[in-house]
Nanobody, 124 residues
Framework: QVQLVESGGGLVQAGGSLRLSCAASGRTFSRYAMGWFRQAPAKEREFVASINWNGDTTYYADSVKGRFTISRDNAKNTVSLQMNSLKPEDTAVYYC?????????????????WGQGTQVTVSS
């Protein structure tokens, strides 16, 4: 049974940083792309960042490009999202997703498994 557990969310002032982590179990982690999505109140879930199976290809939403960095450690079965220069509009629940394929994707339909989410709140 696949399990994804996010951690690292919290409350931070605008301009600050947070690092989210997602620990995966239940499948061979290194075979699948991973992604981060977020959902703000009354909004649809949106793509944030994704990384392919070996970490050499990454994609970012335009809204976070240059501020967020996704990375993975296949030896530890973890994927991380380093978030710098945070803005109030980054406030959302952040979800880790595990893809069905090796290549990174930007749409939620490519992700079969999801964590429970971690809240990120950025105050102005």
């Amino acid at each position: 049974q696949v399990q994804l557990v996010e951690s690292g969310g919290g409350l931070v002032q605008a301009g600050g940083s947070l690092r989210l982590s997602c620990a995966a179990s239940g499948r061979t982690f290194s075979r699948y792309a991973m992604g981060w999505f977020r959902q703000a109140p009354a909004k649809e879930r949106e793509f944030v960042a994704s990384i392919n199976w070996n970490g050499d290809t990454t994609y970012y939403a335009d809204s976070v490009k240059g501020r967020f960095t996704i990375s993975r450690d296949n030896a530890k079965n973890t994927v991380s999202l380093q978030m710098n220069s945070l803005k109030p509009e980054d406030t959302a629940v952040y979800y880790c997703g595990q893809s069905t394929v090796m290549g990174a994707g930007t749409t939620s339909d490519r992700y079969a498994y999801w964590g429970q989410g971690t809240q990120v709140t950025v105050s102005s």
